[in-house]
């Protein structure tokens, strides 16, 4: 966990409030209150529900860690968050399914990077990766899937966030939390030693905040009094659905082997908790950082990421990918091409409109994607800047990791 400030540990928390009702703040609210530390937890949440932006928007995998960074917070936290959440799902009665993926290599030139990935899973911590060697070997698991060979993972799956979600809220109640919705944070200052905050529910104090802003992270850090040093700049990743007599053509979950020369995964198929099959996501600028649709704008977003000399950093490095990824947006043929080179039998009347969500990617001034997770710390005050994918697979590790760094005791 990145830390750019330490604080010292503390007898006790006093007073704690989680500025965001995301999936890791209400993590956090709920390994604080675990803790016995606090005199109180409140948790503001600027929606009318508590989940209702990146958390509940997303393709609803648990990740396993495979792709990360030997080292890295995301391989860490995601190794052990999957283990995490998969216990909390079944203690609380919610719905999830271990049903494993492959990850395909289509050509030649993938299979080194099917090779570097294995011994990134193996470096990982991940047990029970089996190679698939051969397109006979694949079919066994995926009937209509192409490639020359695969990695088959079995630790991941798919759950239900929305019902995650829930289920900390209602652990924070019974724990003597509070969680206060329609509470959109307008101002955190430092009077006396006490943090004061207003919103739009009224105002509050603490002795400790932690805020998880996602989409608007950034903006939070700034309210403060920091100055943040990554921006967020918000990608939307648009999914199609599978048309029910389609369905059959996906049994788990199918990737593509990643390219190494563009930060995103590429459009993978992902079976739904509530049934179906969907495709995506591809990755372009949203104009409106809650922006779901391509006509949502927002001035103040959209003025933000493009005089943002970062944006324009990366789409200099990534040209050629920003502009396919552009047109794979506005053409259905081009993202059904894609697709087939995964399941070669989907066809382009296979595929219905499906959801979006938006991705809150901090980025740095000269381009780069801040790659791992981001924390911002000063006095009394620990902000989560950067918190992508797998940050809902490892929300429960992020807060049981936060309140540990929080105690000093984090390496």
């Known amino acids: 966990m990145r830390s750019e400030r330490a604080s010292p540990a503390t007898a006790g928390l006093g007073r704690v409030v989680v500025v965001g009702g995301g999936l890791v703040g209400l993590a956090t609210a709920w390994r604080l209150l675990q803790s016995r530390r606090c005199e109180e937890v409140t948790l503001l949440e600027k929606d009318a529900k508590v989940a209702s932006q990146q958390s509940t928007h997303n393709s609803g995998v648990l990740h396993s860690g495979l792709y990360y960074k030997p080292g890295s917070e995301k391989a860490a936290l995601s190794v052990r968050g999957l283990r995490q959440m998969v216990e909390f799902c079944r203690e609380h009665g919610v719905r999830h399914e271990i049903c494993g993926k492959i990850v395909v290599a289509t050509d030649p030139a993938e299979v080194s990077r099917l090779d570097a990935l294995w011994e990134r899973g193996t470096h990982n911590g991940l047990v029970g990766l089996r190679r698939l060697d051969s397109p006979e070997a694949i079919r066994e698991i995926e009937p209509h899937a192409a490639g020359i060979a695969a990695i088959q993972v079995p630790q991941e799956g798919i759950v239900d966030y929305r019902g995650v979600a829930d289920a ?25 030693g006490v943090w004061r905050l207003a919103s739009s529910a009224g105002d509050v104090s603490a002795d400790l905040v932690i805020t998880s802003g996602g989409l608007h992270a950034d903006r939070i850090v700034g309210l403060s009094g920091m100055k943040p040093a990554a921006r967020i700049v918000p990608f939307r990743g648009e999914y199609v659905r599978l048309r029910p007599a389609a369905e059959h053509l996906v049994r788990h979950l199918i990737y593509p082997v990643p390219d190494p020369s563009f930060p995103f995964l590429g459009v993978h198929f992902t079976r739904m908790i509530d049934g179906g099959i969907e495709a995506g996501p591809n990755a372009v600028l949203a104009f409106a950082r809650e922006g779901y649709s391509p006509l949502s704008i927002n001035p103040r977003d959209l003025a933000e990421s493009l005089t943002s000399p970062g944006l324009w950093r990366f789409v200099a490095r990534h040209a050629s990918m920003s502009a396919y990824e552009l047109y794979r947006s506005l053409s259905r043929g081009e993202f059904c091409r894609s697709l087939q080179k995964l399941v070669p039998e989907v066809l382009p009347h296979d595929l219905a409109p499906g959801g979006a969500g938006v991705r809150a990617q901090a980025m740095w001034p000269d381009g780069r994607l801040v790659d791992d997770f981001h924390f911002v710390r000063g006095d009394g005050i620990l902000h989560v800047v950067n918190a992508p994918s797998p940050a809902a697979t490892a929300s429960l590790a992020i807060g049981e990791r936060i309140v540990a760094q929080i105690d000093g005791n984090a390496g």
Do not use: D, S, Y
């Open 168 to 192: 900390l809220e209602r652990e924070i109640g019974r724990l003597g939390g509070r969680v206060v919705v329609k509470a959109r944070v307008t101002r955190i200052e430092r009077i006396g």
